[in-house]
């Protein structure tokens, strides 16, 4: 995977992460019967988030001071 396919990935995957967020409020605010579908959608989010981090640690090398 080139630096640029691993730009575009990253991008999607922070915009798949702020609709997750933006699901999970919506189905908050629905009522309790959607805790299962909220708990999975949280799952994912966590999924995604783990993969931006490998990404970013990738692609923004660490600079020792």
Do not use: V
Not at 23 to 44: E, F
């Amino acid at each position: 995977m080139t630096e640029d396919e691993m730009r575009k990935r990253l991008e999607t995957l922070r915009l798949e992460h702020r609709d997750l967020d933006a699901a999970i409020d919506a189905l908050s605010g629905a009522g309790p019967h959607d805790q299962l579908q909220i708990a999975r959608l949280k799952k994912r989010k966590l999924r995604i988030r783990d993969q931006i981090a490998i990404l970013e640690d990738y692609l923004i090398p660490d600079i020792i001071a």
